[in-house]
């Protein structure tokens, strides 16, 4: 091959437009933070990287518009990578409005933060978009070296460092795992392109005892990723630690970057092994809806309970990846999207809630605030009703689809404990609503106002719920379309 | 000079295997001192051991290949390791500087 074979050409460069754009984009409000003064309120920043990421979505389409390979191969441009491309970029956006006045609230509003939250958004497109599994391994580690800082920004905050320290040490022992379980796959069939290692396992020449050791040391990397039961002990911790536009993006942005990382991988692969790992997924699956739904419901932080329900949340679409399947597919496609909208409305509402220092964050905080702020506890009802999966809401489609995969591809006992376990979320789901609409406010204070990042944020999302609880085809044929991968 | 030791030793090759196998036994010991271990510090290095058991590997398949793409993948492992020390080892200072211990076990305010 001439030297030429390996110079990028210009659609190499839009495939990658998203990223490229988040990049340079981050680079320039880093510059930019140094030279504004270092006591001046950076919110401007903030909004000039809200606008990067609008920025990023606009090309979007454009990577979509030219699809195929670039760099060799090493990203793949298809509306699979374009569909959790906008997922990320919309939980970013979503943080970057919440955050603002939260940093404000908190007195640590320097520019850096915004700059991680793009840094981040670029990780996990790499990881929508990769076809490589160094590629994978990078995405992966820029998303996640990111978030490490994100979740221990306030720096003074007990519990902010004790998060971070649990999300790196937890974080980076799982990518130890995955990263040994790419170097196998490289030892087995001497590649690390996705389709061609499908190819080298397909044509079967290699040791199969070795490929699943492999593909079970990188199944154990991704499973801490989604915080898959038994690998799911960090979530709480951070989730509860973290700032709270924080704990939203952590929940929703990464998680959704790691599935797709996780579908692809695994349909594309170790498509020759589904045998073989239907089974663990199976357990993983009914583990994690177990675990998340039954610690939520003795919690009284509300952070706390939002962390295991995303546990739980995460155990339903690992229900739609057992299946293995493009209908399967849609639907964990379906699901993540309705997941970012409705989780990250109750993050968003919980940042105003909890006050300064996060000082008001347990259920009884919650009491009366029907009363006291009926719009506010409107929007929030909203998010609630569709994670608990509610008909007419984002929520209930979302459950509705992975259980119909889960029928249609014979997993009835998969199925039925999936519906029993979503019983049993409307229980602590429920607790909530109870406690802001059946009793009356602690206090008598006037309610501080809502800023308005937060709540152009809850509108968004609680209009994206309901819009997708009544007219849910406009995600789901998308989904459908591209659920395929280029094998 | 005389060698202390026989000829041969200088001749025979180690079988790749030999390589495979401590790389997993590194892994291992890495992994086992995540779990175990309690010291925050010490914790980290068990993580750094497992990411260099990976190098091993990928250096030790690279050599099998006669591939150079196995060792370039051992130097993304680097640089990102790298990159993960200098966080974590801010993490893990910031850490000391809230509650002046290393004990994972003393770092415990959450779920209260």
Same mark, same amino acid.
């Given at each position: 091959m001439s030297p030429a074979a390996f110079y990028p050409t210009a659609t190499d460069y839009l495939r990658f437009l998203p990223e490229l754009i988040l990049t340079i984009g981050g680079v320039l409000l880093l510059v930019l933070e140094a030279l504004? *003064? !270092? #006591? =001046?309120? =950076?919110s401007k920043l903030g909004y000039l990287a809200a606008a990067i990421v609008v920025g990023a979505m606009f090309a979007v389409p454009v990577a979509l518009a030219n699809p195929g390979a670039s760099f060799n191969g090493m990203i793949v441009s298809d509306g699979f990578a374009a569909f959790f491309r906008m997922v990320t970029l919309l939980v970013g956006l979503f943080t970057l409005l919440c955050s603002t006045s939260y940093l404000s609230r908190e007195k640590a509003n320097t520019g850096e933060f915004y700059l991680l939250v793009l840094f981040s958004l670029a990780g996990q497109g790499i990881m929508a978009a990769s076809n490589e599994l160094i590629m994978v391994f990078l995405g992966l580690e820029i998303a996640s070296i990111s978030s490490y800082v994100l979740a221990g920004f306030l720096r003074d905050d007990k519990r902010g460092s004790e998060s971070a320290l649990k999300y790196f040490l937890l974080g980076s022992f799982a990518t130890a795992f995955l990263l040994y379980g790419i170097s196998w796959i490289y030892g087995v069939t001497g590649v690390t392109n996705l389709t061609a290692i499908r190819a080298a396992l397909a044509a079967g020449t290699s040791a199969p005892s070795m490929v699943v050791a492999a593909a079970a040391l990188m199944l154990i990397g991704l499973a801490f990723k989604v915080s898959a039961a038994p690998f799911q002990v960090w979530a709480p911790d951070v989730y509860q630690g973290a700032p709270a536009p924080v704990s939203g993006f952590l929940s929703a942005g990464p998680k959704a970057a790691a599935f797709a990382v996780f579908l692809r991988i695994f349909q594309t692969s170790f498509d020759s092994l589904s045998s073989r790992y239907e089974p663990v997924l199976w357990i993983l699956a009914l583990g994690t809806m177990f675990i998340g739904n039954f610690s939520a419901l003795w919690q009284s932080n509300v952070k706390r309970m939002l962390a295991y329900s995303s546990i739980a949340h995460a155990g339903y679409v690992l229900v739609a990846v057992t299946t293995n399947s493009n209908v399967g597919t849609a639907a964990a496609m379906f699901y993540l999207a309705a997941y970012a909208l409705m989780n990250y409305g109750a993050f968003a509402a919980i940042t105003h809630l909890a006050g300064r220092h996060e000082t #008001? /964050? +347990?259920?009884? !905080? $919650?009491?009366g605030l029907a009363a006291r702020q009926p719009v506010l506890a409107a929007l929030l009802t909203v998010c609630l009703l569709s994670l608990t999966g509610v @008909? $007419? +809401?984002?929520g209930f489609f979302g459950k509705f689809y992975i259980f119909k995969a889960a029928i249609d591809n014979h997993l009835y006992w998969l199925s039925a404990l999936g519906l029993l376990n979503s019983a049993v979320a409307a229980y602590y789901y429920l607790r909530l609503l109870a406690a802001m609409y059946m009793y009356e406010p602690k206090t008598t204070d006037h309610p501080e106002p809502v800023p308005g990042g937060i709540q152009l944020t809850l509108w968004v999302s609680a209009a994206g719920i309901l819009t997708l609880g009544v007219? @849910? *085809? $406009? /995600?789901l044929d998308y989904a459908n379309r591209f659920a395929t991968f280029v094998k | 000079m005389t060698h202390l030791l026989p000829p041969e030793f200088f001749t025979a090759t180690v079988p790749l295997n030999a390589y495979l196998i401590l790389s997993a036994i590194l892994f291992a010991i890495g992994a086992c001192g995540f779990l175990f271990r309690k010291n925050i510090i010490t914790i980290y290095m068990c993580i750094e051991l497992m990411l260099n058991a990976v190098n091993l590997s990928f250096v030790t398949f690279s050599y099998q290949f006669g591939k150079v793409d196995g060792q370039i993948y051992s130097f993304f492992v680097m640089v990102v390791a790298a990159a993960e020390a200098a966080v974590g080892l801010a993490i893990i200072l910031t850490i000391f500087r809230n509650r002046n211990t290393l004990q994972i076990d003393e770092i415990d305010t959450l779920n209260n």
């Open positions: 504004t *003064g !270092d #006591h =001046k309120d =950076k #008001h /964050v +347990t259920i009884d !905080d $919650l009491r @008909p $007419l +809401t984002a007219f @849910p *085809g $406009l /995600v | -």
